[in-house]
């Protein structure tokens, strides 16, 4: 599947190879098809030097699809031939929502470790069942929070943040717009008991985000809100998000997502990130720059000693993927810690279960 810019469901960025593994040293296997973001996470752990093994999805035509992007992965007759191969170490996934849990439990008593797309559940039930299992099985149930992860300029602003530039961070705002392509849309997307709400989608980006920059493990969730503003066509579909969280450390966040892209912006969404500290502030503008032609990975920082802006596109890469690799295999959390995963998940399900319901 090619790159497409101005279609979030299928970004999938590509970064350079930076091997952490020989070729054949770590296994893993791609299935539940559903979403594009699929091919980003596989794009990251093969450029991490991970080999891609296996396919399988119910639907010939999506694993046709993605043997044209990876011809040298083997298409499997069911999801157990990949869970009974001994060589397979971790697989990815991107279901539809409220299915990434079972299938994740499922890796999970096989032994394997499970990367998913975000969101990771849609209710708190599955949370629950969920942390059960990695209790019982030590298997990681990593997630794809790839406007993170996968964004050079929030890699890079999370190394000015560990080296002082801005002091301590005192507050967050995370802006997560979207363009709704509805035509291209599957069935699920327009199903809340199957997409899981926008705050418990696309938010959860953002929450992760706060979390992370604002150094915090607990958080708690002041206000947030939902609505429906210009697709009445899709009655359980919230095409707009907010959230107000307070960490831990007193440090702010607030939370803003939608559906409501123009079809006049370049691409699929102008995500931004805002971090107040002590001494400055970073600004991320992540896809675009409107108004210029300079592509993606803007960063803008500001402090005691300068005013700068950064291009930081193929200056620090996507180290999480690698970090992941190294994770399953020695048993550390350097990449991302599941005790993070599961606050904000909790975090996330609980903003959209306390949502305000606000009138379109």
């Not at 157990?80 to 397979?88: G, N, R, S, W």
């Not at 409220?98 to 039930?125: C, Q, S, W």
């Not at 032609?293 to 200056?315: P, R, S």
Request: glycine share 10%; proline share 4%; with cysteine.
């Amino acid at each position: 599947m090619a790159f497409n810019a101005s279609d979030g469901m299928n970004y999938a960025p590509v970064g350079k190879p930076s091997p952490v593994v020989k070729p054949g040293e770590f296994c893993f296997a791609a299935t539940a098809l559903d979403h594009g973001h699929i091919y980003g996470m596989c794009n990251g752990l093969i450029e991490a030097g991970a080999t891609l093994k296996w396919v399988y999805d119910a639907d010939p035509a999506r694993v046709a699809q993605f043997q044209q992007q990876y011809p040298e992965v083997k298409a499997a007759a069911s999801l157990e031939v990949i869970l009974a191969d001994a060589d397979i170490q971790l697989v990815a996934a991107a279901a539809i929502p409220n299915k990434r849990a079972e299938l994740g439990i499922a890796v999970m008593k096989a032994g394997k470790h499970y990367f998913t797309d975000k969101g990771p559940f849609t209710t708190l039930e599955q949370l629950q069942q969920v942390r059960a299992v990695y209790e019982e099985t030590k298997r990681k149930y990593a997630v794809y929070y790839s406007e993170r992860l996968h964004v050079e300029s929030a890699v890079y602003a999370d190394h000015l943040i560990k080296q002082g530039a801005i002091g301590r961070v005192v507050q967050m705002i995370g802006l997560g717009p979207h363009r709704l392509n509805a035509a291209s849309r599957p069935d699920w997307f327009f199903r809340k008991e199957q997409y899981g709400g926008i705050i418990a989608d696309i938010a959860s980006h953002q929450i992760e985000q706060f979390l992370y920059f604002s150094g915090n493990t607990e958080a708690k969730v002041v206000s947030s809100a939902v609505a429906n503003y210009n697709n009445k066509g899709y009655p359980e579909l919230e095409d707009f998000g907010e959230a107000y969280l307070r960490g831990a450390n007193g440090a702010a966040g607030y939370v803003r997502v939608d559906w409501l892209t123009p079809n006049g912006l370049r691409t699929w969404g102008d995500g931004r990130t805002i971090l107040l500290g002590t001494d400055g502030y970073i600004e991320l503008r992540k896809y675009v720059n409107i108004g210029s032609g300079d592509g993606a990975n803007h960063l803008f920082l500001v402090n005691g000693e300068k005013e700068q802006y950064i291009q930081t596109t193929g200056l620090v890469g996507y180290p999480f993927f690698g970090q992941l690799i190294l994770d399953t295999l020695q048993q550390t959390e350097y990449a991302m810690t599941q005790e993070h995963i599961f606050k904000v998940a909790e975090l996330t399900l609980l903003a959209q279960q306390q949502a305000e319901k606000l009138e379109g």
